[in-house]
Structures are given as structure tokens and as C-alpha cells.
């Protein structure tokens, strides 16, 4: 009766595990709902890594036909971000789904950032949607993001004497937060 489920109650004996906790499951929700409507459970699974390997696919050659203005290197860069071996092994391998959705989203911090800074501040709502969707994909994609994104931040810090850029980014910071706060 937990909505959203912070306990899984049928883990260890009845006991529970708290894996929410440290693996956020907003999107497990799609195979749940496709379990729940009586798909069978690898059934749902399949159709879950369907979609994730579509949206991969999708974000890449936005970011990339949005980043050098060419629809082309937009697929190009799609088709090889789709294939990447590392992401395969995460999918095919390793099984670690919650990794392989947030790279989902990778490709839209990366242009998101690109924006924020050297385009149009005005896209700060990408950066919010695509930090999102890491965080409540997979704890440890957002820490090497973080890391990632305030280097990026350090190298380019001259770009935020802007004060619209400085608010861009602010407001990203304090989207982010409350969007995710619960």
C-alpha cells in the first residue's frame, strides 16, 4: 500500500529491502504498469529495454544534430552511441538497467551544458529534465556527472560574469533540487 514503494517487502524472508533507497526506481514503473496490465514479466522487461534503447538512440541524435547543425553527424553519432560496446555490455551483460537508462539522459546534460554556457541560456530546462532523469535512473551516473559538469563549470567559469547565464544556471540548480526533493 506504499505509494511510492520506499520498502520491498518481499525480499529477505519478509523482511524487506530498502533498495529504493539507494537505486531510485521512478522509471521501473513502466514494466510494472506493463506487468500489471498482464504483460508477462520478461515480456515487460524486453519492451522497457526497447524503449531505453530507442530513447538512447533518439537523445544521442538530437544532441547531436542539435550541437554541430548537422543531421547526419546527428545520426553518426546516434548510431555509435546506440552500438557503444560499454553500453551493450551494461544492457546485454551486466544487466544493470538503471545504469543504461541514465545514459539515456547523458547526451542531454552534454548539450544542455553546451547551451547553459556557450549557446541559449534560455534551454536551462533541458539541463533540469536531463539531471533529473539521471538522478532518478542511477545514483552513481549523477555523482560522475556532478563531477563531470563542475569541471566543465571551472573550465568555462569566465562564461557565468554573464548575470543571465549565472541566472540560467541557478535555476537549474534550484529546479533540479525541488524536482527531486521527494
Known sequence: ?????????????????ADAVFYPNLFMYIPAVLFGLGVPFT???HIFLLLINAASALSMYYCGKKLFSSER????SSILYTLA???LCNEYT???YGELLAMVFLPLAIYGLYELFYGNEDKWPLLVSAFTGIFQSHLISTVL???GCLIFGLISIRRL?????LMALIKVMVFTLLLNLW
Not at 6 to 13: E, I, Q
Not at 73 to 76: F, L, Q, V
Not at 161 to 165: F, G, V
Open 1 to 17: 500500500g506504499m505509494f511510492p514503494v520506499r520498502l520491498n517487502g518481499y525480499s529477505f524472508n519478509g523482511y524487506g529491502y
Open 43 to 45: 515480456s515487460a522487461v
Open 73 to 76: 553527424i546527428g545520426c553518426i
Open 85 to 87: 560496446v560499454y553500453r
Open 94 to 96: 551486466r544487466a544493470a
Open 145 to 147: 556527472t556532478a563531477a
Open 161 to 165: 560574469l554573464d548575470k543571465k547565464r
